[in-house]
Structure formats: structure tokens, C-alpha cells
């Protein structure tokens, strides 16, 4: 009889810190919406799927890397921002129909005050996951021209 006592406390203690856990894990969940604030912001988005391949995986990770190597004040400053999103959470499905992609997909958006103004896929992510360099140069190179053009 004591045993059974001894394994309900403990079933029971794993149900609240299981709980515990939960709740704390999404309130500290990123959001993939852009803040609202007064100035520019330049989001790059890497929207991709709970199953994820090592190619998948691979462009999340260069792109990434590439943006911090390229962009570590403006990231800082939070004039640019990093978000890996998975369109597969209820919270996050519209963006497959906001921008148009029916595959892993790295975005350019544009905001200001919070609104956004433009945005641009990199089409050549998954041509290029191939070579690290000529990829991280890509990423880097279009984040750049969008920023001279669109700012």
C-alpha cells in the first residue's frame, strides 16, 4: 500500500513540473511577429517545418551564421533581426500565404513603425547550401542590397 502511495506522489510531482515546464517554455517562446516600434527594422526570416531535413537544417544554420558574421551591431541595436519560424505552429501558418513559398523559405521583410513595406525571398538559398562561402556571400550580399535600396 505504501508503495503505491510512494508511486502517485511521484507520478503526481512529474504531472506538475511536466506542467511547470510547459508553461514556461511558450511564454518564453520567440514571437515571429516584428516588434512595433518607431523606426526600421530589416527581419530575416527562416520559415521551415517541424520535419526538417540536413539540407533544411544546413540553410538555417548558414544563413545564421552569416548575419551574425555580417550584421553583429545592427543585430545588437535591433535593427535587424534573426527568427527561425516553424510554419507548421498554428500562430505561424500565415506566413506561407504572406509571402508565397511552398518550401523551406529564407525572407527578407522590411519594416517601419512596424509596418511592413517590403520583402524578398532568396531564391538561390537552396542552389547554393551546396558551398558555405558562396552561400554566407549570398545571404550577405542580398541583405545588403535590400538595405541600400529599400532604406
Known amino acids: 500500500m505504501k508503495a503505491r502511495s510512494i508511486v502517485t506522489v511521484v507520478l503526481l510531482a512529474f ?6 515546464y510547459l508553461v514556461i517554455g511558450e511564454s518564453r517562446s520567440e514571437s515571429a511577429e516584428p516588434d512595433q516600434q518607431t523606426g526600421h527594422k530589416l527581419i530575416a ?3 521551415h517545418r517541424t520535419q526538417r531535413c540536413r539540407t533544411c537544417l544546413t540553410i538555417e544554420a548558414y544563413a545564421e551564421e552569416a ?3 555580417a550584421f553583429p551591431q545592427a543585430l545588437k541595436a535591433g535593427e535587424f533581426q534573426w527568427l527561425a519560424v516553424n510554419v507548421e505552429e498554428p500562430a505561424n501558418e500565415h506566413f506561407v500565404e504572406d509571402y508565397q513559398f511552398t518550401s523551406s523559405a529564407l525572407v527578407l521583410v522590411y519594416t517601419q513603425q512596424g509596418e511592413q ?3 524578398r525571398t532568396l531564391e538561390r538559398a537552396w542552389e547554393l547550401v551546396g558551398d558555405e562561402l558562396k552561400f554566407k556571400a549570398y545571404v550577405e550580399a542580398e541583405a545588403l542590397a535590400f538595405l541600400e535600396k529599400d532604406l
Not at 15 to 20: F, K
Open 15 to 20: 504531472v506538475g513540473v511536466s506542467v511547470v
Open 45 to 47: 526570416y527562416y520559415f
Open 67 to 69: 548575419l551574425k558574421e
Open 117 to 119: 513595406k517590403q520583402w
